[in-house]
């Protein structure tokens, strides 16, 4: 069965900037919307971004709205969330997952998705 693997991430100033890059190497899951979560310590898993499987549809927490951008390579098999104009609350370990489903709109729902990557910690100073 297909992995998906993180890669991206750090530590940031209130303000910056990182991209988080999420690879389907066998491309296992190119017919799945793929999402990227986060999730605080004490706190549940959340959605943050997801998109489709042919890249042509997202959707977005409504705190990251015009600071987070989430896009597709088809060819490539990798998704690549960009994040600008972070802020401390934005801190904690990213997941990208797949949808449990292939070809559905994408769901911003935890639940749905699946296969998770291995997480990779973001961490925003003020």
């Known amino acids: 069965q297909g992995q998906l693997v993180q890669s991206g991430g750090g530590f940031v100033q209130d303000g910056g900037s990182l991209t988080l890059s999420c690879a389907d190497p066998?491309?296992?899951?190119?017919?799945?919307?793929i999402g990227w979560f986060r999730q605080a310590p004490g706190k549940e898993r959340q959605f943050v971004a997801a998109?489709?499987?042919?890249?042509?549809?997202?959707d977005y927490a409504d705190s990251v709205k015009g600071r987070f951008t989430i896009s597709r390579d088809t060819a490539k098999n990798t998704v690549t969330l960009q994040m600008n104009s972070l802020k401390p609350e934005d801190t904690a370990v990213y997941y990208c997952?797949?949808?449990?489903?292939?070809?559905?709109?994408?769901?911003?729902?935890?639940?749905?998705?699946?296969?998770w990557g291995q997480g990779t910690q973001v961490t925003v100073s003020s």
């Open positions: 997952g797949a949808d449990r489903t292939p070809y559905r709109v994408v769901l911003p729902v935890v639940a749905e998705f699946g296969f």
């Open positions: 066998k491309g296992t899951f190119n017919k799945h919307a």
């Open positions: 998109i489709n499987w042919s890249g042509s549809g997202t």
